[in-house]
């Protein structure tokens, strides 16, 4: 279901299930947890998540999953499994790219978008597609889209299920750019190159800063940024960034 290769620094997650256009099975939400924790803890610094045979992922695959659906705490442990791989991609504190070809759509959708850069085509096709399905939404998006893209849109894509293409949601500020189809691997690769030439412990207060923010009042972001600016200037890297600079080269971040 899942594929990961590793390359330098980089980590690519694939999900691997073309046939049914990348729709995760009921029990793969557990992997998919357990590969993003993996993550968190190996030496890779950026996670890029793409899918296999032309398209993101179509959320999870209902098909083949709901004639076991037959009881309250069967839907209810299969709902832990999907909000548990939710949880662990939003925990992670390096930084993530989604690279988007096709349909991202319910879970798939809510998926990339939990990136922290996503990279689609022109060919991306993006929905909120559980009313379609008589189904409210998931993978955090409840909490995601408005975030994103405010109130009145998160509402109007979410109630009518309607399909964004690549340029819209550029429009709406969903995705970072948007690409022709055969260069998204190369685009996703180059922003994986250059958060992995970053500095991790900066990194990691950033992303925990922007993810906060909107639960912040602004005393408490400014008290957030001093207690983060001042474990950033203790590190080696500021050090490094520093003299990297002095020395007109690009610098070498270890993460201390």
């Given amino acids: 279901m899942?594929?990961?290769?590793d390359d330098g620094p980089i980590r690519t997650l694939t999900i691997d299930n073309?046939?049914?256009?990348?729709?995760?099975?009921?029990e793969d939400w557990v992997r998919l947890a357990e590969l993003l924790g993996e993550f968190s803890e190996s030496e890779q610094q950026v996670l890029v998540v793409t899918g296999a045979g032309g398209d993101f992922c179509s959320g999870a695959d209902l098909g083949g999953d709901m004639a076991a659906m037959t009881s309250t705490v069967?839907?209810?442990?299969?709902?832990?499994h999907v909000a548990d791989a939710a949880r662990a991609l939003h925990s992670l504190t390096k930084p993530t790219v989604a690279a988007v070809d096709g349909v991202a759509v319910g879970a798939g959708m809510n998926l990339a978008l939990g990136c922290d850069v996503v990279i689609a085509t022109e060919r991306a096709r993006f929905s909120e597609i559980f009313v379609r399905r008589g189904l409210t939404v998931d993978f955090g998006g409840t909490w995601l889209l408005p975030r994103?893209?405010?109130l009145a849109r998160a509402k109007e894509l979410a109630l009518t299920g309607r399909i964004l293409e690549g340029a819209e949601a550029l429009e709406y500020g969903l995705v970072a750019r948007v690409v022709p189809h055969g260069d998204l691997q190369a685009a996703a690769a180059a922003v994986a190159a250059e958060l992995a030439a970053g500095a991790p412990v900066a990194q990691r207060f950033i992303k925990?800063?922007?993810d906060g923010s909107m639960e912040m009042s602004f005393d408490e972001a400014i008290d957030y940024e001093s207690m983060a600016?001042?474990?950033?200037?203790?590190?080696?890297?500021?050090?490094?960034?520093?003299v990297s600079f002095v020395e007109k080269r690009p610098p070498d971040f270890k993460g201390r």
């Fill in 2 to 5: 899942f594929s990961i290769t």
């Fill in 18 to 26: 073309p046939g049914r256009r990348n729709a995760v099975p009921r």
């Fill in 74 to 80: 069967t839907r209810h442990r299969w709902m832990e």
């Fill in 148 to 150: 994103l893209i405010g």
């Fill in 208 to 210: 925990s800063g922007f």
């Fill in 229 to 242: 600016q001042v474990i950033c200037l203790g590190s080696e890297d500021v050090v490094e960034g520093i």
